[in-house]
């Protein structure tokens, strides 16, 4: 049984910081690069931030470039997205995503999904 799940989502004022955890279980943790996806009602999911297997390359969308930042802690089956100066335009759902080790990251190749936990920013 393969379990992925978020948490540390929140309300917070823009300009503020919430960091992001996802624990996975039932699986080869360092088989897999970590992905983390978000979602507002009515749009695409979009990629947010993908993590290489042992945490040695990471990317970003241009929209959360130079604020967010991902790591990931294989000894305990962790992925962590750390976000930063958070803007309105922020809010979202956000979804852990866990790939193939050497597959793009995509939507399309997402094996497993975590359930989403919310982030909200005011103005």
């Known amino acids: 049984q393969v379990t992925v799940a978020e948490s540390g989502g929140g309300l917070v004022l823009s300009g503020g910081s919430l960091r992001l955890s996802c624990s996975v279980s039932?699986?080869?943790?360092?088989?897999?690069?970590m992905a983390w996806f978000r979602q507002v009602p009515g749009k695409e999911r979009e990629g947010v931030s993908c993590i290489t297997w042992n945490g040695g390359e990471s990317q970003f969308a241009d929209c959360v470039q130079g604020r967010f930042a991902t790591s990931r802690d294989n000894a305990n089956n962790t992925a962590y997205l750390q976000m930063k100066d958070l803007k309105p335009n922020d809010t979202a759902m956000y979804y852990c995503a866990v790939q193939p080790k050497y597959a793009p990251c995509s939507r399309s190749n997402v094996e497993y999904w975590g359930r989403g936990t919310q982030v909200t920013v005011s103005s």
């Open positions: 039932g699986l080869i943790f360092d088989n897999y690069a």
